[in-house]
């Protein structure tokens, strides 16, 4: 009986241990493009913002710099005049400058910013 026990006991494990398993997002295919969860929501603050310091944005996007101001508190006043269409990435200067290799931006990093601004571009 108590052999019956542990060896019930050693196949629950895996499975409590390993069942909340699910793929993380964004998820890479094959091709490298990148797709995200529809249902996630892209914060600025905590997705976006973060991605100009990974790139040190800023050495060159000061608040006296290039435009636009990557600066923490002033980047998404500079972005959303004139640098971001909300809702329309395509016609997005901050989309479309990654998307043609500025500074080498991660594909990941570039569907975040492509989403945030195809579901509204807000201050969130
Ligand atoms: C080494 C300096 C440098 C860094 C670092 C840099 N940029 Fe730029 N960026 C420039 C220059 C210079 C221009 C203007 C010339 C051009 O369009 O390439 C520019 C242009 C842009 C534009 C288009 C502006 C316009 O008026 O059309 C955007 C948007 C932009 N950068 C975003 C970024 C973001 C986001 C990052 C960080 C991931 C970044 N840049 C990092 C130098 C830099």
Known sequence: MKKLFKIVLVSIIPLVLFSCYYDEFPEVIEDGDVVIDPGTDVSF???????????????CHG??????????????????????????????????????GHRNVDANSIALIKKWIDDGAENN
């Open 45 to 59: 603050k905590d997705d976006i913002a973060p991605i100009f310091v990974t790139y040190n944005c800023t050495q």
């Open 63 to 100: 608040a006296s710099g290039q435009s636009p101001d990557l600066t923490a508190g002033n980047e998404y006043a500079s972005l959303i005049s004139g640098y971001v269409v909300p809702k329309n990435s395509s016609a997005s200067k901050l989309y479309t400058k990654l998307v043609d």
